[in-house]
């Protein structure tokens, strides 16, 4: 069984910055792609940015400039930088691993196998 286990989530400022952690444990695995989501109260998940092995990245326009995702393929963990923190960007964020290349990926949820719990991130006006 592979576990992702999401940290640094937290209560920032806006204009803040924090950076999440996402690291997998349990049965080894090889991933494809890595990605962030998140998801705001009463709103659907939503994708934020993802890594596809070694260094090709995607973001959702409202995060781009102002996000980084960074991670280590052999270990299967991804970071997210998130620097100048809008209130709007208050949700919890997911981590998810891919282990194949699927249609859609690395936007769409169903492209991933391996969930995190999520950690909430909460940005204060």
């Known amino acids: 069984q592979v576990q992702l286990v999401e940290s640094g989530g937290g209560l920032v400022q806006a204009g803040g910055s924090l950076r999440l952690s996402c690291a997998a444990s349990g049965r080894t695995f090889s991933s494809e792609f890595m990605g962030w989501f998140r998801q705001a109260p009463g709103e659907e998940r939503e994708f934020v940015a993802a890594i596809n092995w070694p260094t090709y990245t995607y973001y959702v326009d409202s995060v781009k400039g102002r996000f980084t995702i960074s991670g280590d393929n052999a270990r299967n963990t991804v970071d997210l930088r998130m620097n100048s923190l809008k209130p709007e960007d208050t949700a919890v964020y997911f981590c998810?691993?891919?282990?194949?290349?699927?249609?859609?990926?690395?936007?769409?949820?169903?492209?991933?196998?391996?969930w995190g719990q999520g950690t909430q991130v909460t940005v204060s006006s």
């Open positions: 998810a691993a891919a282990t194949v290349r699927r249609p859609g990926a690395p936007f769409r949820q169903d492209a991933y196998d391996y």
